[in-house]
């Protein structure tokens, strides 16, 4: 099983910043690409961010230029740094991940954590 949990959200005055973190942890031997997903209460789940292994990170249109992803491989572990945050970006924030554990390959989500942002 692999497991990501989630740390950094909170509530955050319209311009500030914030910064996820999760890490993952558990029985797995390749961690593949990380991303960040967020939903609103009501509504699909959207991605935010995605880092590959390798090639070009993809970032939602509403975010761009505003959060970076990125990644610590020897920690196991993605970043999202949000800045000039909005409050349409309020929502509770997802960390995903694929895997292989063995033979498995599998994908996992964190618990989630929120963010709120008051204008």
């Known amino acids: 099983q692999v497991q990501l949990v989630e740390s950094g959200g909170g509530l955050v005055q319209a311009g500030g910043s914030l910064r996820l973190s999760c890490t993952a942890s558990?029985?797995?031997?390749?961690?593949?690409?990380m991303a960040w997903y967020r939903q609103v209460s009501g509504k699909q789940r959207e991605l935010v961010a995605a880092m590959p292994t390798g090639g070009t990170t993809n970032y939602a249109d509403s975010v761009k230029g505003r959060f970076t992803i990125s990644r610590d491989n020897t920690k196991n572990a993605v970043y999202l740094q949000m800045n000039s945050l909005k409050p349409e970006d309020a929502a509770v924030y997802y960390c995903?991940?694929?895997?292989?554990?063995?033979?498995?390959?599998?994908?996992?989500w964190g618990q989630g954590t929120q963010v709120t942002v008051s204008s």
């Open positions: 995903n991940t694929g895997f292989r554990s063995g033979l498995r390959i599998g994908e996992t």
């Open positions: 558990g029985i797995f031997t390749t961690i593949y690409a």
